[in-house]
């Protein structure tokens, strides 16, 4: 049995390795050739992102809706913001906010939201609209007072990028699932969220959703793009698997309460640390739950 289940395992691994690494690196004669696999191989691997498993109302016995804030400062979140620059780096190599911006241009995510209720659609020109400043400077003023044609090098564009998105909002729903005895985490929905584009450059801009994503919807496209692995690089996790099993630290802003699903910040004001024990406590009673049905 110890034999047979060795076998499966040194099997596994071998296909995840032929299915994540940069494939054909070592028998490419040109560089053109890195990355591209043969028809045969993608019919091989059927990669497809692992689907959830069909759950009955009846079987949540507890039920709790959380919204944190998954800040890119952290080491640990690292995997979701680099690489910014993408000049001198392969197509590969995306960081989580260009894999949804451009995944909305293509129209690969159809559908995008207002905010986390996913009640307003927005479209990709109301996105484009919140996400680039255009301003004219003083002397491009100046030549259009006097009846002159504006030149182009007196028109300043800016433009949200990867390396301004400072957060992400995630929307996730905590349950406990009576048939599985197990407590469980799903993710509903996730925003990038940077400064206002129209402050961006001040001293201190305030920091807005840009969209929200219905995060089942945006599940092909995440599976798709691998985030970097600093232990194996010849293995590297997919977005939709390292946001699943919720490989980034996260603090709760907002839990579901009779306030109208009010924010920390709206009753414990202006006091960080307070905030962050808040945080802390709304998990350990998501968690003491769990442990609360097997105390007697």
């Given at each position: 049995?110890?034999?047979?289940?060795?076998?499966?395992?040194?099997?596994?691994?071998?296909?995840?390795?032929?299915?994540?690494?940069?494939?054909?690196?070592?028998?490419?004669?040109?560089?053109?050739?890195i990355g591209v696999r043969t028809p045969e191989q993608i019919a091989?691997?059927?990669?497809?992102?692992?689907?959830?498993?069909?759950?009955?109302?009846?079987?949540?016995?507890?039920?709790?809706?959380?919204?944190?804030?998954?800040?890119?400062?952290?080491?640990?979140?690292?995997?979701?913001?680099?690489?910014?620059?993408?000049?001198?780096?392969?197509?590969?190599?995306?960081?989580?906010?260009?894999?949804?911006?451009?995944?909305?241009?293509?129209?690969?995510?159809?559908?995008?939201?207002?905010?986390?209720?996913?009640?307003?659609?927005?479209?990709?020109?109301?996105?484009?609209?919140?996400?680039?400043?255009?301003?004219?400077?003083?002397?491009?003023?100046?030549?259009?007072?006097?009846?002159?044609?504006?030149?182009?090098?007196?028109?300043?564009?800016?433009?949200?990028?990867?390396?301004?998105?400072?957060?992400?909002?995630?929307?996730?729903?905590?349950?406990?699932?009576?048939?599985?005895?197990?407590?469980?985490?799903?993710?509903?929905?996730?925003?990038?969220?940077?400064?206002?584009?129209?402050?961006?450059?001040?001293?201190?801009?305030?920091?807005?959703?840009?969209?929200?994503?219905?995060?089942?919807?945006?599940?092909?496209?995440?599976?798709?793009?691998?985030?970097?692995?600093?232990?194996?690089?010849?293995?590297?996790?997919?977005?939709?698997?390292?946001?699943?099993?919720?490989?980034?630290?996260?603090?709760?802003?907002?839990?579901?309460?009779?306030?109208?699903?009010?924010?920390?910040?709206?009753?414990?004001?202006?006091?960080?640390?307070?905030?962050?024990?808040?945080?802390?406590?709304?998990?350990?009673?998501?968690?003491?739950?769990?442990?609360?049905?097997?105390?007697?």
């Open positions: 049995m110890n034999y047979k289940s060795f076998l499966l395992t040194v099997l596994g691994v071998f296909i995840a390795s032929s299915m994540f690494a940069q494939a054909n690196i070592l028998n490419a004669k040109s560089p053109e050739e091989i691997d059927n990669d497809k992102p692992l689907e959830y498993g069909y759950v009955d109302d009846r079987d949540i016995l507890f039920a709790k809706m959380t919204w944190e804030r998954v800040v890119l400062d952290e080491r640990v979140n690292f995997p979701l913001y680099y690489p910014i620059d993408t000049n001198n780096i392969g197509k590969n190599r995306r960081s989580l906010y260009d894999v949804l911006y451009s995944s909305v241009k293509n129209g690969k995510i159809k559908n995008i939201y207002d905010d986390s209720y996913f009640t307003a659609k927005r479209t990709l020109k109301d996105i484009e609209a919140a996400l680039s400043k255009i301003d004219t400077t003083e002397l491009g003023i100046e030549q259009i007072n006097a009846g002159e044609v504006l030149s182009a090098e007196y028109i300043n564009r800016r433009d949200i990028t990867a390396a301004d998105i400072k957060e992400y909002h995630v929307k996730g729903f905590w349950y406990f699932d009576k048939r599985q005895a197990e407590l469980k985490y799903r993710i509903l929905g996730i925003a990038p969220v940077a400064p206002d584009v129209n402050f961006i450059d001040s001293d201190t801009p305030d920091l807005v959703p840009l969209f929200w994503v219905f995060f089942p919807d945006a599940r092909e496209v995440l599976h798709e793009f691998k985030a970097f692995n600093n232990d194996n690089s010849a293995i590297p996790h997919s977005f939709d698997h390292l946001l699943n099993s919720r490989h980034f630290n996260g603090y709760i802003y907002r839990e579901e309460n009779v306030y109208g699903d009010r924010k920390i910040s709206e009753y414990v004001a202006e006091n960080a640390l307070m905030q962050l024990l808040e945080s802390d406590r709304i998990k350990e009673k998501i968690r003491n739950f769990e442990l609360d049905m097997w105390t007697y």
